[in-house]
């Protein structure tokens, strides 16, 4: 069942597959990973605590009396506001993973195209394939090597750094999957299966190698900061990645099977 159809027919599989991805992905990210955030936001706020409660004080000591009650009010108001409330941040992450779902499947549909040409491989096997390296392009490599931090975690002057950084070692995961995958052509044609899956996994791991020895370290998690909390961040994060990938992957390979059984009924329909 070879991957048929048009840009435009490959397209909208993409965009309907990365929207069901992205809600879910967002469903995940809410029941896994909030209860993880709230806990680091509030670990964040008793780190802040008593900061405000010094600077308050320090302003009652200098102020003159009629102005201390002023100042201590704007102070508490200061700490209780926010630009985006926790119900706006949720909704928030809901919009976030359904765009990030069909940015991906449009790109995802992209691919797909001009893979098919170079492949013999069925659409959904096509579909799932291209769905697992991209996990491990996109999400994998740059994980493995700057894992998500919660909230509380990371020094603000250096977010340009590790943004930067980031995009790096996202390059560095497409570079090596693409190696991968030129690898594979090359020892398609040897007959011997130890060597076909053995060369592009040496190729892949070689290059990640190579780059996270290359790409420095950065580890700005507190001492204090619980262990616990960041590891299960973490894995969530990872999950919420993983959802997202899986679910495009197979969503798209569901589509293509759809239109080519829609087709072949079509063309037995005409037959007669």
Known sequence: MPLTGTFKNLLIRGLLAGLVAGLLAGAVAFVIGEPHINAAIAIEEAASAPAEEHSHDA????EHPHDAGGAAEEGHSHGDDALVSR???RFGLFLAT???GLALGAIFAAVAHYARRV???SGP???????????????AVPFFKYPANPPAVGD????NQRTWLWLA???????AVAVAAYVARLVAATGYLSVQVAAPALAFLAIVAIGYVVLPGINEVGDDFPATLLWEFRI???AIQATLWLALGLGFAFLTERAAKASSRSEALTAR
């Open 59 to 62: 302003a009652t000591t200098d």
């Open 125 to 139: 096997v096509l579909a799932l394939a291209l769905a697992g390296l991209g996990w491990l392009a996109i999400e």
């Open 98 to 100: 359904t765009l990030a």
């Open 87 to 89: 119900d706006g941040q």
């Open 119 to 121: 492949t013999a491989l």
């Open 236 to 238: 969530s994060s990872l």
């Open 156 to 159: 603000p002057d250096t977010i």
């Open 169 to 175: 070692s996202v390059v560095l995961g497409l570079f």
